[in-house]
């Protein structure tokens, strides 16, 4: 599976954005898919993640459950991350990954990765 992350850009804290995840390639349902983000100087941490099915949804810690929420529309094979209230502090490269297996929120459970899209939250 390959994937396009998209819809990334410049917000005013208080805004909202919604990023895209379109995946081509194998059956897309297959693939427990996840939202991930890096900012400047920081690792790489987990935001969120849904199975195939649609099922089970793991969020991290408050810093996002509450504002962000994940979804997919398998007809699209497109995972998106709908950011609400954002925070200066959410400011980071957004990835998509996608997994086979158990949803999980360790980097290094994901074996495919998209680009990225950046979201820069201004004060």
């Known amino acids: 599976v390959q994937l396009q992350a998209s819809g990334g850009g410049q917000v005013q804290a208080g805004g909202s954005l919604r990023l895209s995840c379109a995946a081509s390639?194998?059956?897309?349902?297959?693939?427990?898919m996840g939202w991930f983000r890096q900012a400047p100087g920081k690792e790489r941490e987990f935001v969120a993640a849904?199975?195939?099915?649609?099922?089970?949804?793991?969020y991290a810690d408050s810093s996002v459950k509450g504002r962000f929420t994940i979804s997919t529309d398998n007809a699209k094979n497109t995972v998106y991350l709908r950011m609400n209230s954002l925070k200066p502090e959410d400011t980071a490269v957004y990835y998509c990954?996608?997994?086979?297996?158990?949803?999980?929120?360790?980097?290094?459970?994901?074996?495919?990765w998209g680009q990225g899209t950046l979201v820069t939250v201004s004060s």
């Open positions: 990954a996608a997994k086979s297996g158990f949803i999980s929120g360790t980097v290094g459970s994901y074996s495919v």
């Open positions: 390639g194998r059956t897309f349902s297959n693939y427990v």
């Open positions: 849904i199975s195939g099915s649609g099922d089970n949804i793991y």
